[in-house]
């Protein structure tokens, strides 16, 4: 019990001190630019929790971070860095589109769990193909999942625009059937659907998967010695592909909550949504863990919405946040870089020994 409250304390001081290394990087540019710390933090906090609705608002932004982050840190724990996360958003978003608005006559508890289900199995069959290819083929799966990230995009784009587009000629499908629609108003006046209890469980089942079954320490032990997994009788080719399906399943989870939740269809994809590369960030300065993915994604919320509304009552460039949010990353990362070399050298004087 006390290594654990040790190793826990451990992981929540590293984020809690970059943030406020952060922070006061920001006010040494906001005073470089003439304007007043105070008063800019000061509507940062008013645009994040000033009142009820806006907090729902931040937490609206939070969600999807939220299962990006845990796509990321689930295929993390395997020894993976599945970068492809956006195009099994992509992916994800249309085929939960698609379950949405054509397939009809179904109660809304049963259609709506129903095109989460479709969206998450067409992200994790795209993440799978990198995982295959991983495993069977040497391929690393960073090159794959860059790769397929455009042909996500490319695709959907072509399907969006082609047989699944709206008969109406708006550049999207059809609207999804409000049968199959997240319940939004959680607090009144906000956005905030039900979307945010499913982000809060998913974040459950992962920690309890990756801590609490055999399959999940299967998955940990290949991240963590792959040669020593395998000669114990793991198999380390079928953790592989089977981590980058659950991480793109994750990825389609978010797209379908955040089609039911927010977008109601599937819109041409003008470029990358930006959820996939932000859930990187979130699952580095949450250390990987389900709890800290979600404390990560919250702040990355509020960052969000605190900087437009920062920048909206003081003209302080947004990018001051933009500044935060890096000087944030860099200090995880300094960190994590930190306890390798220390892990490395002390295994050399081991051997040394």
Not at 123 to 129: D, V
């Amino acid at each position: 019990m006390g290594n654990w409250f040790k190793e826990a304390l451990r992981q929540l001081t590293v984020p809690v001190l970059a943030v406020i290394a952060g922070l006061l990087v920001g006010t040494i540019f906001i005073l470089s630019t003439g304007g007043d710390p105070i008063e800019a933090y000061g509507a940062f906090f008013e645009a994040v929790a000033g009142e009820p609705y806006k907090f729902g608002e931040t937490l609206v932004s939070s969600i999807p971070l939220v299962f990006t982050g845990l796509a990321i840190a689930l295929a993390f724990r395997c020894g993976l860095f599945n970068i492809g996360v956006e195009g099994q958003y992509l992916v994800g978003a249309l085929a939960t589109a698609w379950a949405g608005y054509a397939i009809k006559g179904l109660p809304g508890f049963i259609h709506a769990p129903l095109a989460i289900l479709v969206g998450m199995l067409a992200g994790a069959f795209w993440a799978a193909i990198p995982g295959f290819l991983k495993a069977y083929r040497g391929v690393h799966e960073v090159i794959n999942s860059i790769m397929l990230n455009y042909t996500g995009w490319y695709l959907t784009h072509y399907l969006v625009m082609g047989i699944f587009r709206d008969p109406k000629g708006n550049n999207a499908t059809p609207a999804v059937l409000e049968t199959a629609m997240f319940t939004q108003g959680i607090i009144e006046r906000s956005r905030l659907h039900s979307g945010f209890y499913v982000a809060l469980l998913a974040a459950f089942l992962v920690w309890v998967f990756l801590w609490k079954t055999a399959a999940g320490y299967e998955i940990r032990a290949v991240g963590f010695a792959p040669g020593a997994a395998e000669y114990g009788g793991i198999s380390v080719k079928r953790n592989i592909v089977l981590a980058m399906a659950l991480s793109g399943a994750l990825a389609g989870l978010a797209a379908g909550v955040q089609t039911l939740g927010i977008a109601g269809k599937f819109y041409e994809p003008l470029g990358f949504v930006g959820f996939g590369f932000d859930g990187i960030a979130v699952a580095l300065v949450g250390q990987n863990h389900p709890i800290g993915v979600v404390l990560s994604a919250l702040l990355f919320g509020a960052l969000e919405r605190g900087g437009a509304g920062m920048n909206a009552a003081t003209e302080i460039p947004k990018n001051v946040i933009q500044i935060v949010q890096g000087t944030v990353i860099f200090f995880v990362a300094v960190e994590g870089l930190w306890r390798y070399l220390r892990n490395r050298r002390t295994k050399k004087e081991v051997k040394s020994a």
